[in-house]
């Protein structure tokens, strides 16, 4: 009884631990409902570590799987999945904030610091009018594209039922929105791999899902202000993270050419080839959709999907990794050391130390987590080190592509990536603070003295 109030007491201590708290029962509780036979196809059983594997993956968006979810989950099953692709993508506070809305319960400021906690947010001012604003535009979105998919599945032929081309119009837009990458199609987007229609839509969903819910709040101001001809200017924050996002993905078009020209290339047309270099830059940044087996990449192409499955999405998205903006400011930082500057500036402002420093500090936190959870997989199961980075580095950026090792992977590697994609959903700075004790101003400061270094 003591050991579990000084638990309680510890997850309740600050609004970091206790989010990280909810996020972890909900993941069990998924991983009860998704373990239970009313969830799975008749004469099909699944152990709870793999259930929990997947409510983990499910939660933190990333898409791996040790099964295949259409040939293990009953209906009821599909739809609690994509249940908690969609909690998992919008975030546990903000479905609860909507949730007390709709009741007529008064926020309060407790429940808005978790909120902002929750949405990585700086202030607490604004942040109910942020829920408000990412869910009408989230679902909207999700409503219009499941209708156009669903009914394009139905009349291109691909369901001839029209309830089954509505399920999987309904689920893999979720599953796009929310850069989750699951599939009820048995094989990702292969089967569409030559219709173009169909991943456009896929990279849209994708793309809306990785900018973050602070650039699509900016984006719908903009056209809001010019239909009444206001003037408007994105923040700082939208275009750092628009052009990095931008770059990122002109880099793995590019890189992509140039590493599959004489090899994955050699044979495919123009437009074909534009499309799968498109989109297999985006898509290891954000949902993990395949067009394509990974094993049919050469080890440079691998190699840089690594690299942006690393860096992932943006701060507020539903996707995972360091995140663009901890990329750009760690980019920015060398480049003004190069030039002598003593600050970072950008747009004609200068950027907090502290703020670069922590771009640093997730790095290095990152980069220790990744190599560590590579190590111990190594440690335990015997398939080439490419492969299993490749693995892990999917669980971290929670990203979702695999070469396919998922499912034969020993149960202590399984829980390895489950830790890993948990750390990945929550982020490394809510993942550090969980160990970190409550901040009393330094009593003594001690003679500063500088070290050799370098």
Known sequence: MFIVKKLRNFIHSTP????????FMFTIGFA????????????????????????TSGLSNTGLSPVSPVDTFSIPGILILALNLQIGGLGLMMISTAIWLLAGHKISTRERALIMTDQNQINLSGVVKLVKSVLISFLAIELVFMLILGNYYYFAGYYPIYWQAMLQGFFTTVSAITNSGFDITGSSLMP??????????????????????????????????????QRFKFSIYTKLTMVTTII?????????????????????????????????SLTTRNAGFATVDMNAFSTATLTMFCGLMFVGSSPNSSGGGIRTTTFALMVLAILSFARGKQYVNIYGREIETQTVYKSFMIYIVATFIVSLSTLLICMSDQFPLMEIFFEVCSAFGTTGLSMGITGSLTS??????????????????????????????????YPKVDIIIG
């Open 16 to 23: 970091t631990r206790l989010i990280v708290g909810y996020y």
């Open 32 to 55: 009860f409902l998704l373990w239970l036979p009313f969830s799975l196809n008749e004469g099909v059983s699944l152990s709870f570590l793999d259930a929990l594997f997947i409510s």
């Open 192 to 229: 569409f791999q030559k219709d173009y229609f169909v991943q456009t839509l896929h990279m849209f969903l994708m793309f809306f899902g990785a900018m973050g819910f602070p650039v699509i709040l900016d984006i719908k101001k903009y056209f809001q202000c010019r239909r009444t001809k």
């Open 248 to 280: 990122l993905w002109v880099v793995g078009i590019v890189g992509f050419y140039l590493f599959e020209w004489n090899h994955f290339l050699a044979d495919k047309g123009l437009i074909e080839g534009f499309f799968y270099a498109t989109f297999n």
């Open 412 to 445: 202590f590697a399984k829980l390895v990536l489950i830790a890993t994609m948990f750390i990945g959903r929550i982020g490394i700075i809510a993942f550090l603070m969980i160990f970190r004790a409550n901040v009393h101003p330094a009593k003594v400061r």
